[in-house]
């Protein structure tokens, strides 16, 4: 302990004595040991603990209902939830937490609101207690309709009641419904939905309060629900697991109408497949390695920086040995002054972690007013822990090889020969040279990821969702939170588009009950089919959309074969069906699906048309069946405008005011938007990857040129004496600078070839952030050739250029 | 050969002062000559020689090599002047460390326009004539200095140089070792060699034709 103390005071001074080299050191790992804690706050905050006041998150597991055979989440019925409730035995808790949204009218604006539908239970089993009022109570999750009561969030209370201390007991219109605030959620709870800050909650009882698809407490085969469950003490994750797939096998035994196939799983809170989780967790955990490449440029190039400092030390290094320190105590001495440094960067990068950990919400869209998109970093306990462990652990990482190569002195050697000849010279200029290697190969694996993704993303933009996007605009008249019942919203609708295709500008126009790439899914049901053989496990599953006549005309969707719908598919009409290129593949290959019929939820369409496919939700879905039903055949409330026009959003949007207005004076629309900007808004995970690797690629190619400048200019100032007798010999400019830039690129060359070898591996690993771009792509490998090979000429020229300037006569008579 | 006329090189010391290393040297060496230049540490003897070998351009006054007015040359025609015709010859002998005897060799050739072939030819034509064929593939501290030495005059005149300058070639080796170069010296002087070096030693100075003593930047015997 004394002897560290001491190694630390004389590391300080060392530090004092050059601060050039100091600033330059601290800067590296400054930059490399806060990103790398920025990231893992971010990982901490959104992924792994993502609710910061919920208790025992590492027993909070996301209910993972599938069918069996088929992709992706289907959400758990009601009478489902309850049963698992009832029978499982592992587990302290189950809750329900759905996201709805509501239109506030706040005077004379709507605004949006985004809230959970949740189980009774859901403040009680997070261990979330309001600030103030209460939680729900067990029996206000029942009872259709029944409890009208509402917590709002903090941020609500504080802004949309001006933080009102006599809030409770007030009410508040949701959905034509008079709610009563019961409490409100301490200020750092957002709720339990990975992306949204969510602004109230409501019992599941209210369910077809906010529901515009009807009411589905009491129906097993009607999925919605999505929710976690908390596991008892000391259970594992297969154990529960084990149960809930038993509990689902006997009610798949005892209800086979709704629950053939179904299956019940645990995810850890990353994996949730029913909120943001998903689609940014293969993006932090790539940005996760991209920042550790970082750290390692950065630790290489303090390296390069103390292995050139040792030169300037070593006198004074010979000196301590030959007054017989060990080696051991001079490794301890100089690992000392680089835990110095890193401990000072360390603190800087914690710092700069702290002032970037909510910095992901930036990359996000500006938010529709009244919604929050929420992607908080968590600088807790454990990130501060593993920051200091990666501090340690760079130190170890550059320190050490200086500290051994320093220590190593031959102590009769020391005072002859001071090391001519650095060109391509030996030893320690080789260990920096192959630090150099490293730190090049390293930005190359970057560059190519970041060219992979920028490759992507363009052809993301540029690919069509099968559908038009830019002369179609979406508006939303939210009949539903207004309150309207069925018979009043089909007049209301059925006026309205009327009045819109009047509207000058308006070539077409069409309603939809949600709109394509929107984060509300389609619906999805169980389907039957004529003549067509399922297999014994198979249930036959697809998504489908309630749409208007003009739909396919509106937006563009070709049909290849039949006919649009029309104004007369109404219920007066036999019930019809459109499908989709993909169901008409599977289930009538080689036959005309025209004529044949489809039956969902007893009801037997006819199909009267096939569409071209088109992505529904996102591009980078694969092609599934999916079909499109009339709406005036399966009318609901609430249903979104779609307009076919040259004019901008704004026009419509003023237009659409005054039409609604003239309908319903108490109404008002949202404000219009391009379908493209709803298209764009699917995308943001790829373009949030993109601006982070861009961001640390970019900061990887600025400590990698730095570095392999440091080492250029080194070799010059090192080979100053031969420089200088070669240009004595008969060597021009020209040469001189051939030589300096020839033994720059050489060792950018190897280190680009080790690169491309690394990143052909890596890159694979990008698979799910790809869209139509191989991992091997040759022009984002060659991209990333060519940056390199200029930023790397930009680095050694001016060494090579200082080389051609050199003075012969001096340089040897320095000798 | 070599014309000096007025030749002067001075540093600046503080404002506006100069430390003159060189005084109004007038100088003429003959084609053929063998001139050796000596005086005490400090006279200007080396400054003068990288002067007379084109690696120091700031002096002032008229040179002219062979006919040609150097001071008039822009640096670009003086290097290619340089490497036509001049050798030098160092007194730490300055191979590279890192480069075997035959690369150091080879050094010379590779900037002036010779073809990879001939270089091939030439270097093992050197190696023959100095007797270092077993050596050609050592590094420089795998040699004796009088062997080291050896390569560096091997190494000035493998370009065939008309003019050879040498810079107390022999400072750093033992008698025998000194009068093996000495002897070199002579014989390349009496195959045609235009010589001039410096030296601290009368011995080696006898081996040349005339003797210039430099003293503080003047010329006080043998103009
Ligand atoms: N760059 C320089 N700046 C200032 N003075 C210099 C510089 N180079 C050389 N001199 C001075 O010029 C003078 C002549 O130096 P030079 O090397 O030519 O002497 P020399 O005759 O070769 O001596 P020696 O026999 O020791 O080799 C010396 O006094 C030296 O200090
Ligand atoms: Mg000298």
Redesign the pocket.
Known sequence: MQTFLQDLRFGFRMLRRTPGFSVLAILCLTLGIGTNAAALSWIEGILIRPYPLVAHQDRMFALNCTTRGAQGFTGLSYPDFLDLEKNSTLFESFIIDKITGTTLSNGDRAERAVGGMVSANYFDALGVRPILGRGFRPEEGTGRNAHPVTVISYMTWKNRYKGDPDIIGKTQYMNGVQHTIIGVAPERFHGTFIGYSFNFWVPTSMQETFDNTGYKLEDRGARWIEGYAFLKPGVTQQQAHAELSAIAKRMENDYPQTDRGREVGLLPLWKTPFNAAGGISTTLGITAAVVFFVLLIACANVSNLLLARSLLRRHEMTMRLALGAGRRRLIRQLFTEGLLLSMIAALGGIAVAYWSRNALVLAFPPSVPGITIDYPGQLDWRVLLLSVAICIGSTMLFALMPAIQSSHIDLSGALKSEGAGVIGGHGRSRLRSALVLVQVSLSFVLLAGTGLLLQSLQRMQNTSPGFFTHNVIVSVVDLFSAGYKLDRAKIFHTQLLDRVRALPGVESAALARIIPFSYNPPSSAPIEIDGYQTAPDEQPNADYVQVSEDYFSTLGIPLVAGREFTRNDDENAPPVTIINETMAAKYWPGKDPIGQRLKVKDNWMQIVGVAKNANYETKLEAPRSFFYVPVRQNFFVGNALLIRTRETPGAITNALSREVHALDPTLAPYAADRLQEQVDGRGYTQRLAVTLLAIFGGMALFLATIGLYAVMSYSVSQGTHELGLRMALGANAGNLLRLVLSHGLRLTTVGILIGAIAAFVLTRLMGNLLYKVSPRDPLAFGLAFVVITLASLAACFLPAWRATRIDP??AL?EQ | MIKLKNLERS?PLAKEKF?Y?LRDINLEVEEGDFVSIM??????????LHILGMHDHGWRGEYFLGGTAVHHLKPKERATLRNEQIGFVFQQYHLLDDLTVYENLDIPLSYRHYKKSERAAMVADMLDRFQIVGKKDLYPSQLSGGQQQLVGVARAIIAEPKLLLA??PTGNLHSSQGEEIMELFCKLNEQGMTIVQ?T?SEKNASYGKRVIQ?RDGWIVKGE
């Not at chain 2, 005086?39 to 003068?48: N, Q």
């Open positions: 006569v001096q008579r | 540093y430390f290393v005086g005490p540490s400090g006279a200007g003897k080396s400054t003068l810079d107390e410096v601290h430099l």
